[in-house]
T-cell receptor, first 113, second 114 residues
């Protein structure tokens, strides 16, 4: 049983560009959350998707947007990249909105030059 | 606004020592608290979850305690091993509806020397 998978593993972009990160949840899970983890910091919640809708959002600008597909996979899009967007982006999946158990993927390391 | 703090930021101990990692939070109105482990460049693995009504949880050599009134949690690691070297993060969940929104501390990076 595959756990949470994310692609790509690493990504290098330049300022002003746009990026799309992808996440496939663990089998049987229907809820996906995205986190940003800057170097040396704890993860910060970006948003959560359930039933193809954004259900909760953290304190991130509108440059950060997402999508959830009918198969429960999800994308995170970041527009007009800034140097400060360089981070490890983590995806977590769970079953339903109230589950205590979240499984995290290995993350996508984004470097903005 | 809930803030989570972990002290120390880094810790180095010889193999076999018992150690305690600390986590504090500013708002005692939490639903639960989790401790995670993160290996370099990797995702997070949940170690222990303590519901707000519980005082502690144990798994093998790990024991986590929770004192809501003082806004503190500790992770106790017994007989540390080099394989325990990793970053340990605590995270709080504020309510039963905010399932995805975990608020993390900045982590404690542990090195266990053989």
């Amino acid at each position: 049983d595959a756990g949470v998978t994310q692609s790509p593993t690493h990504l290098i972009k330049t300022r002003g560009q746009q990026v799309t990160l992808r996440c496939s949840p663990k089998s049987g899970h229907d809820t996906v959350s995205w986190y940003q983890q800057a170097l040396g910091q704890g993860p910060q919640f970006i948003f959560q998707y359930y039933e193809e809708e954004e259900r909760q959002r953290g304190n991130f600008p509108d440059r950060f947007s997402g999508h959830q597909f009918p198969n429960y996979s999800s994308e995170l899009n970041v527009n007009a990249l800034l140097l400060g967007d360089s981070a490890l982006y983590l995806c977590a999946s769970s079953y339903g909105l109230v589950s205590d158990t979240q499984y995290f993927g290995p993350g996508t390391r984004l470097t903005v030059l | 606004k809930q803030e989570v703090t972990q002290i120390p930021a880094a810790l180095s101990v010889p193999e076999g020592e018992n150690l305690v990692l600390n986590c504090s939070f500013t708002d005692s109105a939490i639903y639960n608290l989790q401790w995670f482990r993160q290996d370099p460049g990797k995702g997070l693995t949940s170690l222990l979850l303590i519901q707000s009504s519980q005082r502690e949880q144990t798994s093998g050599r790990l024991n986590a305690s929770l004192d809501k009134s003082s806004g503190r949690s500790t992770l106790y690691i017994a007989a540390s091993q080099p394989g325990d070297s990793a970053t340990y993060l605590c995270a709080v969940r504020r309510s039963s509806s905010n399932t995805g929104k975990l608020i993390f501390g900045q982590g404690t990076t542990l090195q266990v020397k053989p």
